[in-house]
DNA sequence: CTACGTTATGGTAGCGCTACCATCTACCTC
DNA sequence: GAGGTAGATGGTAGCGCTACCATAACGTAG
């Protein structure tokens, strides 16, 4: 007459399970695997032995709703594809990689709305920490950020009035040192050249602005830029009509590094000599801007490091230690290479 | 002495909350919920009305441990950063963004240890599917796979044996086609040139150096290949250690696009002319391939409908309608381009 | 030797949902 | 009109875990 194991659950064992093997309290089964240090040497030995005997794996489903708390990473990220969120992800997995917590990506497809969406559905969940992409959430994303119970790391860029904690960098001082350094080699008709203009692009843009003011160089009819989403092909495209508008073109600030590479392929395709008669710089500076001929400028930015450092603060205030600056500044690094070494 | 509403819960509405306030029993509003077809039209309405004005959300894990079933697709890839899952990704999301499926991405490193332990950590949450890259499990993966108890899409290749289904193309004939093109078109000394060297690659070694035997024309200090991460600036390094091996060297298959892209660099750089003297092919076809000066010649792979494939697969299983055939083979399109047009 | 922390362990009562089965009401069928 | 069937609804009993509180055992202070 023993109850039948488990009716729904498929017959793995439980926590029940091993409390009985160890001859213990669920409970204390329960401690020792959460919090060992308080469960004495002898009894966690003892209940170790009988975990590994069965087998037994917490369910997280169990955990989450006795707890109130998944360990879950909500991760919102605008797009899969580019590369520069690919890192940052890259860092954010290799620092959960060691822990228990899964990562429960988002893509919000630079949408606001989708991003409602997705917080709708990652919140009801308690995840144990929220990384999102941007600090230009929606009000109502705002709310569902500052109600969501956990840790909230804002990513990729500065701002005042962070939602709780922040990672990343000034968009509109990279876009204005690249656009500096382009003043400074020489270049006086500098376009700026820029795809899908999400905020951050904006702010990089602004900072082209702002240097090409300082200098007196700013002309509105050297501004090309579309809302389509950015790409190599796109680049070469936008280079094409920035020239057909301002033939007198000498340099192009490119918003991305795809962008960049269409410009800098377009220039072979029609025999314009890089950096000689068209400058270009990048944004982002990924691996291949060093290894393109000639080798292109950009700004360098901290990817990874944003990944990895959102991860580390948002751990910590997990265990309650919330870091004294809640908004952490990464900066960039401009790499000055051929492409605009005339 | 109403008892206090949700010691632990926060004090969110629960399912009682909307059945009191629509005045039906709690299973009744599940059932409206998740099967409307199951219940009156009258009652859904006035769950529905309770609903909303309550701004009710079912709370996920309570339903997943109900249920013994969460509404989560696991995903497994080895790489956040290679653009090739990227894409898969993408098809993937876009398939499920109308669902209420959450998506748990693991990176697995290219390692067969990290997958098993990503299993290991999929598995107890019981999630609805398992989207996994390759087939070349582990037997301890394979086993945690086919004791998952959820619907399980091998994506990226076809090949014998599925752990249950499959999406993808053939990797071995891709290679075979990319390298007959070229023999076609006049090339003779024709190198092989690989990164990383997952097993995908080597089957796309493989298909390279079939065509080659078939031509009489393979030679083993024609293939360059490391186990490093694959990269353009590797590309390069490899293309001229390449180079120096086999000084007659009249065209290069690339293992991907990355490496192709450093080829072409290359090339540029020490004023190698291509097609002329050197002919190339990459694996993929990035959207950057075509816009390349030269345009580069690259073997095109449906990555973002194997993303969407996989996820229809899953879906249907889902729903108990399993697809007669369960390996499915999407092909691949040779791209001829201006870097192979001697 | 009593009072009182302090530490280790356990029992009970949920967390918010759904599987399972029971019930109840039409609406047939013969 | 008895019996059967299908469809709609609800009650009960968990799913497997942890929060909360209780208890026991052991010092240590007065």
Known sequence: MTKPRSRRGGGRPTIADVARKAGVGAITVSRALREPERVSEDLRRLIQAAVDELGYLPDPN?????SAR???????????TNSVFAEVLRGIYDSLSDSSYRIQLGNTHYSGLEEERLLQVFGPQRPAALIVAGIDQTPTSRRLLETAGCP???VMETGPDPVDMMVGFSHFDGGKAATEHMIEMGYRRIGFIGARMDPRSQRRLA???AAMEAAGLFDARLVTTTPVPSSVTLGRELFRDALAKVPTLDGVFCNNDDIALGVLFECHRASIAVPKTIGITGFNDLDMM???FPSVTSVRTPRYEIGRRSVAMALAAIAGKRPQEPVVDL????????????
Chains 1, 2 share one sequence.
């Open 331 to 342: 900066g960039f690094d401009l790499k000055c290479r051929e492409s605009t070494a005339r």
């Open 62 to 66: 169990a955990r989450a709703l006795a």
């Open 152 to 154: 909230v790391v804002q």
């Open 207 to 209: 900072g082209y602005r």
């Open 70 to 80: 998944a360990e879950v990473f909500g991760v919102l990220v605008p797009s899969l």
């Open 290 to 292: 060093e290894v393109a």
